[in-house]
């Protein structure tokens, strides 16, 4: 019996090992002492009298968690930090060429994503030809329009293939959503400028990024896949982008304010090369970028989500506060009910970007509350854009985009009704976090189900207006 529980315990601590290995601040070295005071911690609590099992579990305890340690040993290696940002894998002192051929790898990814994006130049397509996008033709951003997330993403998920060693299975179960997409949206008759066209641009990026989810997830696509850990990476790689698009903003304006002031004319090649090969690039970079970072920085999702989600408590609970005092409703005019729309996908994004960041086994805590608050009132704005969208289908009709805008709120309205009453079990001590957590993992395929209908459906069933 004594001997299957010690099994069982050096079982624990060899995965408690390869955990901290995984972590690239932590070397075999630094694992190694931190094993022989693991080790020591357990004999001193066991000649107190505490079984393997406690003893072990409490050693760890008093260890401190993965996180810590990882932030522990960052501050006392700074001189090594930038190279552990710059270089993914490995510890620093069993450094070789291999890392260094992972990291031109990453950039020859970002080369080809680039390349395959502009390929359609090659044919006479290319809406980014000129001095700005207007001077192409409708043909030209049409075709982009339908299929720029299909010549940006499939060089993704060979970057997820090859940093997952994917199998040949999985890369062609994920290949299949990519090219029944490829085939419908040119297919379709479509006018340029048609609803159903910006319905298709809007929707089939959604799709095929979580196609690449299970993609980044090594193949899971399951209900029991780590969909959270996707979550969390979607939020990292939305947030990096960002800052690295607003910093490549400046860096092109300043370029072509530098060659204007010697008489050189560099606006054609910045809207035409820079800029859409450099977003497109981006895209792969900041995925290994958030990965890397992943590993020795702390994740900046608790930050973020502490933050914001008051805010966008506060605001929503003045807006609702606004139309009781002035018994005015949500106009439903179109511009308003886009906005609103928006507003509501943003605020069931934080949410699930903050249920990613947060320690499913810690109890409820204020900010729990807060984010409550958050939920409710979202639903709330939910309730009133639907109605100002039912009258407004019922003084006009209906049309690809209201039908669209209406199904989105019927979607969001799922999740923003099970969650809240989650949210308020939780919040009262009556079900623990996880199963929230569990609910929004299990509703993301409803997201993409939507997109996948509005891609594939609203077309043909509106005449391909």
Known sequence: MESAMDTGIEAQIREWRTYLLRRRTIDSLDVDELEDHLRSEMSELGAVGLSRDESFLVALKRI???NEL????????????????????????DRSGSEYAGLFLTIGFAVVAALVFKLPAAFGVDPFEGEAPAGATDGDVSFYLRNAALLALPVLIAFFAWKRELSVRVVAGVSVPFIAAAILVNAF????????????AIHTPI????TAGVAYLGGAWRAEAPRMNFVRFTGEWFIYYTLIAFGGGVLCAITVGMFKAIDIDATPFITSWVLPCGAVGAVIVVAWLVEAKQSVIENMAPVLTHVFTPLFALMLVAAIL??????????PERDVLIVLDVLLVLVVGLVLYSISARDSEAKATLMDAVQLVLVLGALAIDLL????????????????????????????????VWSAWLLWRFVRGKCNFVVLERWQTRYIPVYALWAAVVVAAFPPLFGFE
């Open 64 to 66: 401190g968690g993965v």
């Open 70 to 93: 990882s932030r522990e040993f960052a501050r006392e290696r700074s001189s090594r930090l930038w190279k552990q940002l710059v270089l993914a894998g490995g510890s620093v002192r």
């Open 189 to 200: 008759p479509l006018d340029a400028g048609a609803d159903s066209e910006t319905l298709i």
């Open 207 to 210: 799709v095929l990024w979580l």
């Open 322 to 331: 606004g139309m009781a005092v002035t018994s005015s409703l949500v106009d």
């Open 385 to 416: 854009a639907l109605a100002s969208m039912l009258s407004r289908i019922t003084e006009l009709g209906w049309t690809a985009n209201r039908t669209a805008g209406l199904g989105l709120n019927l979607v969001l309205l799922g999740n923003l």
